[in-house]
């Protein structure tokens, strides 16, 4: 009586296993090396460990794992390999499993402790090898080391660093965005997913290429924003806040935040978003604000500036689109703003006081350009062009005093002029899609009896989207 209620003990015990959610096991790790130290034991009790503290399945304990193996006459030998493993896995529904061995362990003379863990992970309902690293493990050390101390501290360094990271890559959390209200943001993953709150995801904007080499469909994926679990509402969906990113929208994929270099760190993602330098479809709006330096005129109409080269205020705006990374085309305008100032005294003919102000003002419009050294980092060099026309308005004023009255005569000649500009100018991404820059210009405005030439600086702000 006492085996029977032992044995529906057991069955019950693996009918719940069987019907739990992502149900992984380490089988017995191999030790191919003979005198391993203890490591192949240890590692094994490490990557369990590592399962359990991760939440992210329902591991099966060793004591039933060992039940499972015994049951399939495999107890004898300890070791399970994976043909054998996939029909465990069917028949007691364990979804993956681990397998370890311990190919090579070695004490040098020199006294380098050195090692080869080879790990993988099995989809055990596909037979798909998820993941499979061999981890090199060396180090010196002193000729009067505990040898076996020293092999456990080594592997334990390596779980920390490396074999973590690692798995938490081949088991992310992945799913998508089923509503947003505001930055309140909803997915389809929860507690059976190992959603926990303060976990991480990536949106994922996923975009569809072709490969030129062999024509054949390529999914690119490329994260977009990050977001924040809140709260685990059920076994199926977790409530986000939104920290950072782009727009997203309904039905983009999510992903757990990777850890190791081949994904994108979850505070990476802010750098990522702002490096995200130019690409073909984006328009730039950008404003400036500064002053030509060193103008000169000859030939105005009534003499000024003549001589004196003086400085002026500049204004304008442009709009550019990029045809590509490195070239875009639009439209700019500015104005300048320059005043000579000529003040005098006279006597005679009743005149007691007069001075006069000569001033001019100019309005381009051209046809734009600029040419970008470097497309991807968020600090870019580039060089600015346009060819346009422009008005050019000379303007005095005369104020003089004839007794107790005064008098004020204006006057203004205009006339239309061709210009270009070519200079040298940066430009730094401070923020998703705002940038900030400076440019200089050499400036020529083609006027009727002579030439306009002045050098311009300009602090310049940005806004750039993309309209595809």
Same mark, same amino acid.
């Given at each position: ?38 490591? %192949? ?14 939440? &992210? ?14 049951? #399939? ?61 061999? =981890? ?49 943001? %909803?997915?389809?993953?929860? &507690? ?13 904007? &996923?975009?569809?290429? %072709? ?10 994926? %490329? ?32 992903? #757990?935040? #990777?850890?190791?270099? &081949? ?62 990374? =490195? ?90 002029? =061709? ?50």
């Amino acid at each position: 009586m006492k085996k029977i209620l032992m044995s529906l003990m057991f069955v019950l015990s693996v009918s719940v296993l069987a019907f739990a959610e992502d149900n992984i096991a380490v089988f017995p790790f191999e030790n191919k090396a003979g005198n391993d130290y203890g490591l %192949t034991e240890l590692a094994e009790n490490e990557m369990t460990s590592l399962l359990v503290n991760q939440k &992210r399945f329902t591991v099966i304990e060793r004591k039933d794992l060992n039940k499972i193996l015994q049951e #399939q006459h495999l107890s004898n030998s300890g070791i399970v390999d994976i043909n054998q493993a996939l029909k465990i896995g069917k028949i007691k529904g364990i979804r993956y499993g681990v397998f370890g061995e311990t190919n090579s362990v070695s004490w040098s003379e020199k006294n380098v402790a050195s090692a080869a863990l080879q790990i993988k992970v099995v989809d055990m309902e596909t037979a798909n090898v998820m993941f499979s690293k061999v =981890y090199n493990i060396q180090e010196q050390q002193n000729k009067n080391a505990d040898k076996k101390a020293a092999f456990a501290s080594m592997l334990k360094a390596k779980f920390k660093k490396d074999i973590s990271n690692d798995l938490i890559n081949a088991f992310a959390v992945e799913g998508s965005i089923i509503d947003i209200k505001g930055k309140r943001v %909803t997915i389809d993953a929860g &507690r059976k997913n190992g959603v926990v709150r303060g976990m991480e995801f990536n949106v994922i904007e &996923r975009t569809e290429k %072709t490969s030129s080499r062999t024509g054949e469909k390529i999914v690119v994926d %490329t994260p977009v924003a990050l977001l924040e679990v809140t709260d685990v509402v059920s076994d199926n969906s977790s409530i986000c806040k939104f920290k950072q990113g782009e727009k997203i929208k309904e039905g983009m994929f999510v992903k #757990q935040v #990777q850890i190791d270099d &081949r994904y994108y760190k979850a505070e990476d993602i802010e750098k990522m978003l702002i490096k995200r330098g130019i690409k073909a479809g984006d328009l730039a709006i950008y404003g400036y604000f500064g002053m030509g330096i060193a103008e000169s005129v000859k030939d105005d109409p009534w003499g000024a500036s003549n001589e004196d080269s003086k400085n002026s205020i500049l204004w304008g705006a442009k709009v550019l689109y990029y045809l590509n990374s =490195y070239l875009g085309l639009g439209i700019d305008f500015y104005m300048t703003d320059r005043s000579d100032k000529d003040s005098y005294d006279k006597e005679g003919s009743g005149l007691k006081l007069g001075y006069s102000n000569y001033s001019f003002k100019t309005n381009v419009i051209s046809l734009a350009g600029r040419v970008n050294l470097n497309k991807s980092s968020n600090i870019r060099a580039f060089i600015p062009f346009a060819v346009g026309i422009s008005n050019f308005e000379h303007r005095c004023r005369h104020a003089y005093q004839i007794g107790s009255n005064t008098y004020v005569e204006r006057e203004t000649k205009s006339e239309s002029a =061709y210009s270009g500009n070519l200079g040298f100018g940066l430009e730094w991404d401070f923020a998703n899609n705002f940038s900030v820059g400076v440019e200089g210009k050499y400036n020529i405005i083609k006027l009727e009896k002579s030439n306009l030439n002045f050098v311009s600086v300009a602090v310049e702000l940005g806004y750039r989207f993309g309209l595809f």
